[in-house]
C-alpha cells in the first residue's frame, strides 16, 4: 500500500520553489501494521501518481497548473487535517496508485475494502455541501441531480467507504467538519437504505442477504459500468482480477463469485 508522507506532502508545497525534486512524497508501507487516514470522495479534476511523484521536476508552468486543479487541493486540506489529527500517513485512491501498472490497479481494487476498514478514520468530502451543517434533509433544488442529496451518496465506490471504516467524518466544499457516521446513523440509513447496526459495526456478523447489500447499490452510478461491480467486490469479501473493457460481463463474473461463496438464493432477484 503506497501511502502519502502527510509532512513531506505539505513541507513540499510550502517551499514550492526550494523543495528538493527527489525528496520521496509516496511510501510503500504495511496497511495492517500503519496509522493511517484515507479519503472518500467524488472525482473530479484529479492529480495522478506520476503528477504527484514527478510534480517537482516539471516545467513550472506545468507545475502550477496542477497544483491550480481542485484534485490537488483536496490532497492539501486532506494533508492538513491529517496533520492536525496527528497522523504521518494518508490514503488518496487519485494518486496513490500507479494506475499505468495493471497489476497494481488490481492489487488496489481488490484490497480496498480492507483499506478503508484498516484506517483509523476516513475524511468524507461532500464537495457540493456549502453549509457549515449536514444536509439531513433532502433539497431537490440544490442537489437536484443527484436525487435531492449529496452528490457523494449517489456514487458506487463511496458505498463500501462509508460501511469499511469504523470512523468517518463529513467535510463540506471548504473543509469544515459537519459531522460523523455516529452521530448521523439515523440520517444516513434513511439516505441509504443501511441499518444503523451496520454502519455503527461493519458487515461481520450480520445475517444480510445477498439482495439486501445488492439494494444498497441499487440507485449508485460509477462513470465505468464495470465499476458497478468491481466496487462491490469487497461488500461480499470476493476477489477477481480487473478487465476493464469487458462491460456488464463484470457484473456476471462477480455474481458467479458471490454464488461459490454464499449458498443465498436472493441473489438471483440481480
Not at 2 to 8: F, I, N, T
Not at 158 to 187: C, S
Request: glycine share 6%; with cysteine.
Amino acid at each position: 500500500m503506497k501511502l502519502l508522507d502527510v509532512k513531506a506532502v505539505l513541507d513540499r508545497e510550502i517551499g514550492i520553489q526550494q523543495s528538493d525534486p527527489e525528496r520521496e512524497v509516496l511510501k510503500e508501507l504495511d496497511a495492517g501494521a500503519t496509522q493511517y487516514a484515507i479519503l472518500s470522495h467524488r472525482w473530479g479534476t484529479e492529480v495522478s501518481y506520476k503528477e504527484m511523484t514527478g510534480l517537482m521536476r516539471m516545467e513550472e508552468r506545468k507545475r502550477d497548473e496542477v497544483r491550480q486543479r481542485t484534485g490537488y487541493q483536496k490532497i492539501i486540506e486532506s494533508c492538513k487535517q491529517a496533520l492536525k489529527d496527528d497522523y504521518k500517513w494518508l490514503w488518496i485512491d487519485t494518486c496513490c496508485i500507479d494506475k499505468r501498472s495493471s497489476s497494481e490497479l488490481s492489487e488496489a481494487i481488490n484490497s480496498m475494502y480492507r483499506w478503508y476498514q484498516n484506517a483509523q478514520v476516513c475524511y468524507a468530502y461532500l464537495s457540493d455541501v456549502d453549509e457549515r451543517t449536514f444536509p439531513t434533509e433532502q433539497d431537490n433544488r440544490k442537489f437536484d441531480k443527484s436525487n435531492g442529496r449529496p452528490e457523494w451518496f449517489t456514487r458506487g465506490w463511496a458505498l463500501q467507504e462509508l460501511i469499511a471504516p469504523k470512523q468517518v467524518e463529513f467535510f463540506n466544499k471548504d473543509w469544515v467538519f459537519i459531522g460523523n457516521k455516529q452521530r448521523f446513523a439515523p440520517t444516513l440509513q434513511t439516505i441509504t437504505g443501511i441499518p444503523r447496526e451496520v454502519l455503527a459495526g461493519g458487515l461481520a456478523g450480520k445475517r444480510l442477504s445477498v439482495a439486501q447489500i445488492m439494494s444498497w447499490a441499487a440507485n449508485r452510478k460509477t462513470t465505468r459500468v464495470e465499476d458497478r461491480a468491481y466496487s462491490l467486490m469487497g461488500l461480499f469479501g470476493v476477489n477477481m482480477p480487473m478487465l476493464y473493457g469487458e462491460g456488464k460481463k463484470a457484473f456476471q463474473r462477480l455474481q458467479l463469485e458471490i454464488i461459490r461463496e454464499y449458498s443465498d438464493q436472493s441473489i438471483f432477484a440481480w
